[in-house]
């Protein structure tokens, strides 16, 4: 077990790039790395780190195609999966995933506090596309992002001019319209905003209820933030691994930690949608050159200012979380890779001599 700790130390410190840069221990470290890979029958060298191979491969690609419950579904199936290896899984309680409780909460209405998370969802899921790749989720009102957005231009709005939304454009009041754009975006919302009116804004109906949006919304990030857990991942890879054979470690490794990305997506979006929705920078609900247009031209320079603001506040907070999420899953991947080369069965005697060798090689110089 030693000699196992000492090789996946020096492994990990590679894929790290922990080693020194200094030529001898360079040219250590990698005569190390070619020796112990042809007992791995070239397992290393198809790269050290295995979640990145898989997140570049276009075969092994989770949740791209996926709709919020489709995916929920999947994320459950891949927690059940890896508990049913395990002796006596029958009893063992699989908690709802953050994914699920997001999709559970689209069927919620407007009153409900807990709906916002499923409609931010929607709209910030495009931040895990490639360029180009337009989202598949759609809002709890059944719309697309798109479609909603669309729905929004400043045009749209003052169509009918009779109409609340129209309203409170005109008068400048950007907290209402703000509120009655989260209105339509939730389940059973009212799409044609000309026929939205003043009752169909509603607040919790009682204090009850009121508390219950704010335990329903924690619990759905407590969940997220569960299933985005480095460790989770490692032990379910471990667990999914002892069950595999010696040759299909890495493929099963990369499948697995590829579909947990979704997880650290789902707890990265709440936050996202949490932190900007207790930031207060939004001035302007319908930031558009549109709107602007539709003001005197001594206020337009300002508008344009404001809206700028926005960006760079959200930019600020958006960027934030993904670098937050990004270093989560970076130690998931390393403790991926750390579970592959635990189950690898090698010759210790013979790593060990290796390592001694080059070690004393490289203090002799």
């Not at 198809?46 to 989770?62: P, V």
Request: aromatic share 6%; proline share 1%.
């Amino acid at each position: 077990m030693k000699n196992k700790i000492i090789f996946l130390s020096v492994v990990l410190a590679i894929n790290l790039n922990a080693i020194s840069l200094d030529s001898i221990v360079n040219n250590a470290a990698s005569s190390l790395f070619n020796q112990l890979d042809k007992q791995f029958n070239g397992l290393l060298k198809e790269g050290a780190n295995i979640a990145d191979q898989c997140y570049s491969t276009s075969d092994l690609k989770f949740s791209s195609n996926l709709d919020l419950c489709s995916l929920a579904g999947e994320l459950d199936k891949l927690n059940l999966n890896v508990c049913s290896l395990v002796g006596g899984s029958k009893s063992k309680n699989i908690g709802i995933t953050g994914a699920k409780s997001l999709c559970n909460s689209k069927v919620r209405e407007f009153s409900d506090y807990a709906s916002k998370q499923a409609g931010d969802f929607a709209e910030w899921v495009l931040l895990d596309k490639e360029e180009g790749e337009e989202a598949t989720d759609t809002l709890p009102n059944g719309q697309k992002p798109k479609e909603y957005f669309k729905n929004w231009d400043v045009s749209s709005v003052l169509k009918s001019d009779k109409s609340m939304v129209s309203s409170y454009l005109k008068d400048g009041n950007m907290k209402a319209v703000g509120i009655i754009m989260e209105y339509a975006k939730s389940n059973g919302a009212n799409t044609d905003l000309s026929k939205i009116k003043v009752e169909d804004i509603k607040a919790p109906a009682n204090l009850e209820s009121y508390n219950k949006g704010i335990t329903e919304s924690v619990k759905t990030f407590k969940n997220a933030i569960k299933e985005a857990s480095a460790n989770q991942v490692s032990n379910a890879i471990k667990t999914l691994l002892s069950q595999t054979d010696q040759n299909s470690l890495a493929k099963k490794a990369n499948e697995h930690v590829n579909k947990a990305k979704s997880n650290f997506d789902v707890a990265k979006q709440i936050e996202i949608s949490n932190a900007l929705a207790i930031s207060n920078h939004r001035e302007i609900a319908i930031p558009t050159d549109e709107y602007v247009q539709t003001m005197r031209k001594d206020l337009r320079p300002l508008l344009v200012s404001q809206i700028r603001k926005q960006q760079a506040i959200e930019t600020a907070i958006i960027a934030d979380i993904e670098e937050k999420y990004a270093r989560k899953y970076e130690v998931a991947k390393i403790l991926a890779d750390k579970e592959v080369v635990m189950a690898l069965q090698f010759d210790e005697a013979s790593a060990k001599a290796e390592i001694e060798k080059i070690a004393n090689s490289a203090s002799s110089k």
